[in-house]
């Protein structure tokens, strides 16, 4: 079946250090594939995502790309701030009709001044 | 902007009682889903439901049940809460045809 992998976290980093967080999936076929942040207290938040390889999402200074030959999405940012600090989920989704997402364990970041 | 709110931010309840926690969307979106979240397991989705009176069960549905008898609100019952269903409860939305979910603000649920 589908799964996603995230590397180990949690991660800290120092303000505009660059920032990898990798993510790898086994699935069949050719999903979407998503991240999501969550801000301390909230839900969860559609960061980017990419519909078909080697697309490349990107938002807010955050982009990652499809890389099928891989099987990786890793999210990357140049310069982190602080109010990066968040937990960050990979998703994917299923390639049937029934839009069911299968998301990794997360990834806490915490960004020092 | 679509919003998708949670009946309560936080509830605490006792073991053996029956809680209901809700979902609303304010627009027509045919799919929506529960999730639990937990502290090194992510998200695991419970149950989903893609349209009024449909429901379907997801990875762990034991322990709970669900609701959709209005296309807008998508409810989760714990039918007698345990301890082990002390989690963060998210409510998701989405179109039919879509993969992307958007979620609500979370439900977090203590079971004394």
């Known amino acids: 079946g589908n799964s996603v992998t995230q590397m180990e976290g949690p991660v800290t980093l120092s303000e505009e250090a660059f920032l990898t967080i990798n993510c790898t999936y086994t699935?069949?076929?050719?999903?979407?594939l998503f991240w999501y942040v969550q801000y301390p207290g909230e839900g969860l938040q559609l960061l980017l995502k990419?519909?078909?390889?080697?697309d490349k999402g990107s938002n807010k200074g955050f982009e990652a790309t499809y890389r099928k030959e891989t099987t990786s999405f890793h999210l990357e940012k140049g310069s982190v701030q602080v109010s990066d600090s968040a937990v960050y989920f990979c998703?994917?989704?299923?390639?049937?009709?029934?839009?069911?997402?299968?998301f990794g364990k997360g990834i806490t970041l915490s960004v020092r001044p | 902007d679509v919003k998708v709110t949670q009946s309560s931010r936080y509830l605490v309840k006792r073991t053996g009682e029956k809680v209901f926690l809700e979902c609303v969307q304010d627009?027509?979106?045919?799919?929506m889903f529960w999730y639990r979240q937990d502290p090194g397991l992510g998200l695991r989705l419970i149950y989903f439901?893609?349209?009024?009176?449909?429901?379907e069960k997801g990875d762990i549905p034991e322990g709970y049940s669900v609701s959709r008898e209005k296309k807008e609100r998508f409810s989760l019952i714990l039918e007698s809460a345990s301890t082990n269903q002390t989690s963060m409860y998210l409510c998701?939305?989405?179109?039919?045809?879509?993969?992307?979910?958007?979620f609500g603000p979370g439900t977090r649920l203590l079971v004394l």
């Open positions: 998703a994917l989704g299923n390639t049937g009709a029934n839009s069911k997402l299968t």
């Open positions: 699935a069949t076929g050719y999903p979407s």
């Open positions: 990419a519909t078909k390889a080697d």
């Open positions: 627009m027509d979106h045919e799919n």
């Open positions: 439901s893609y349209d009024v009176k449909m429901k």
């Open positions: 998701a939305y989405g179109t039919s045809g879509e993969e992307t979910q958007y």
